[in-house]
Each structure stands twice: as structure tokens, then as C-alpha cells.
């Protein structure tokens, strides 16, 4: 399949030809959310802990005698009922990788492609050529194509400096080598906007 180039006036200026097996195939909406839930679980540090009463410093004698004071028994100062006491049944380190197998990571990029595709939510501009780092260049270049006021994520085929410090400032956008674009990358905008290299480069990185 072919999808329209624009330069950066937001005109047609040629055309890309992709791969079908890419962005023309049906969404496998369970493979989307597998891959969704990998991502988002992989990126948890899993590094909270509270301490026991086993863990927690002091607390080697009884505070008061067993009997006679008229005072519910009490063996250690650091019991989980006491103040600066150990924590009873809190959270300990845990690992939450979720790993799926690689076909299923690029079938799930696919269908969103797919998806987007069919929903006209891809753009594809000609190469950007900024000679300074300028918010309005990038602002400009989302006006010329309608989407400024869009939540867009930018897949370029390689973080160019000036590019991504014309774009950075800009709340509504996200800037990720296409390279690495991940199914949740591919999930969170409202439009996505690759340049030509870009697109090639993923289109050949999924490409079966």
C-alpha cells in the first residue's frame, strides 16, 4: 500500500509504498492489550518495602512484667501494635516482569499501525530541516498540517537535536525513535506523525 508524503507546508509531495503485512492487516485487539500490560508492568521498579517486627531495630526486652500491672501483656516495644513498631503483612520487593514472546510484541505494533491506518491517524512528513532549535518551527509545521491541536507523538528514524529541541516544549507532543516506538507509544496519541525515513524504518522493522 501507498500513504501520501507532506512536505512542510502540509502539501502532498509524493508517496511511500508499505508493506501490507504491516499496516493492512485485522487487529488482534488480545495480543494490543498483552503487549499494553507487558510494557506498563516491565516499567514498575517493584523496590517497595516496609520492615517486620523481626526487621526493625530494638525491642530486645520485655517492656514490663508479665503480670500485675493491670496492663495488657506486652513481649516487645517493636510489635506491629506500638508505635515504630514493624508493619504487618506491608509490601516487600517483587518482580513484575511480564514477558511475551517477540512475534506477539510485533503482531500487537501491527495492528495498531493497522488500525491507525485505517482510521487516517498517520501522517507522514518529507524530512524536517530546521536551522535553529525553535518551538514555533515545530508548532508551525503542526499547523500546516491541521494537527496542533492534537495530542501527537513524532516517530523521526533518528533524534535529530534541533528537531527535538523545536519540540520538546510543546505539552501535546511526544518525540520517540521510531525504532523504539512501542505498542503503547503507538496507543497514546491522538495522531501519529512519522517522517519518511521513519516510517521506512519501522516498516522494515515489523515487516513479515
Sequence with gaps: MDIS???SSGEIVSKVRLSDSVFKI???DDVIFRA???ENTNSRQGTSSTKTRSEVSGGGKK???QKGRGAARAGTIRSPLWKGGGITHGPKPKNYKYDLPKKMKQLARRSVLSQRIKDKQIIVVDELKFDTPKTKNFLNLMISLGINDKKVAF???KNIDVVFKSARNLPNV???ESKNAS?????DAEVLLFDKEGIKAL???LEV
Design 5 to 7: 508524503i507532506h512536505n
Design 26 to 28: 485485522k487487529p488482534n
Design 36 to 38: 499494553v500490560m507487558s
Design 63 to 65: 517492656p514490663w512484667k
Design 155 to 157: 516517530f523521526p528514524e
Design 174 to 176: 511526544t518525540i520517540v
Design 183 to 187: 505498542t503503547y507509544d503507538l496507543l
Design 203 to 205: 516498516n522494515k522493522q
